[in-house]
């Protein structure tokens, strides 16, 4: 199946800075999404994003799917913005599956 | 906006008992799925299905069934639950045709065997 890495694996921010958050996939990929998953566990939805840029507040991200790389840019990190960012992405032959990254766990302190 | 629930955030059963988790979602997906979450091994898929009554064996089956009998609908059944299955279980629906589009996740079941 597609490998999925994630960088760096773990982000120590203070309030107000910008991070740059690294997905790297092994293969061709028709679906990539980016999630954060709250202190309570949830998974939520950030970005489906294949190809191209989308910006949403204060992130954005940007997938370079000939060159097998997806980012996520953070700008004025919040404390709210703590938790762990998952990239997960789906190859044209996997049919329904998923494979997610090991995440980045995102620390921001006040 | 899109919403996935879970019957419950925290559940606590005994080994040997008969596990049921449901989830439901309200924005006529046509595939669910169902992971489980585990320290150290990331989020791993159990069970999917495509349509109503069609399941598929994701990367993790053994020890756990499926039921899609409703569209909106899909359960999770530990016929005789292990300690090992003690875990964090989230369900996900989205995409449509032959692949896993856009999902959407529940709020998770944090699952105790004792």
């Known amino acids: 199946g597609i490998q999925v890495e994630q960088s760096p694996p773990d982000l120590i921010l203070q309030e107000g800075a910008n991070s740059t958050l690294r997905c790297n996939f092994s293969d061709s990929v028709n679906n990539l999404q980016w999630f954060h998953q709250n202190p309570w566990g949830q998974l939520i939805n950030l970005f489906y994003?294949?190809?191209g840029t989308k910006q949403n507040g204060r992130l954005s991200a940007t997938t370079v799917a000939t060159e097998r790389y997806s980012l996520l840019y953070i700008s004025s990190s919040q404390t709210t913005d703590s938790g762990v960012y998952f990239c997960a992405v789906e190859g044209f032959a996997n049919d329904y599956k998923l494979s997610f990254g090991a995440g980045t766990t995102v620390t921001v302190r006040a | 906006d899109v919403k996935v629930t879970q019957s419950s955030r925290y559940l606590v059963k005994r080994t040997g008992e008969k596990v049921f988790l449901e989830c439901v979602q309200d924005m006529d997906h046509e595939n669910m799925f169902w992971y489980r979450q585990d320290p150290g091994l990331g989020l791993r898929l159990i069970y999917f299905s495509y349509d109503v009554k069609m399941k598929e064996k994701g990367d993790i089956p053994e020890g756990y069934s499926v039921s899609r009998e409703k569209k909106e609908r899909f359960s999770l059944i530990l016929e005789s639950a292990s300690t090992n299955q003690t875990s964090m279980y989230l369900c996900?629906?989205?995409?449509?045709?032959?692949?896993?589009?856009?999902?959407?996740f529940g709020p998770g079941t944090r699952l105790t065997v004792t």
């Open positions: 994003i294949p190809s």
């Open positions: 996900a629906s989205g995409g449509a045709s032959r692949a896993a589009g856009e999902q959407y």
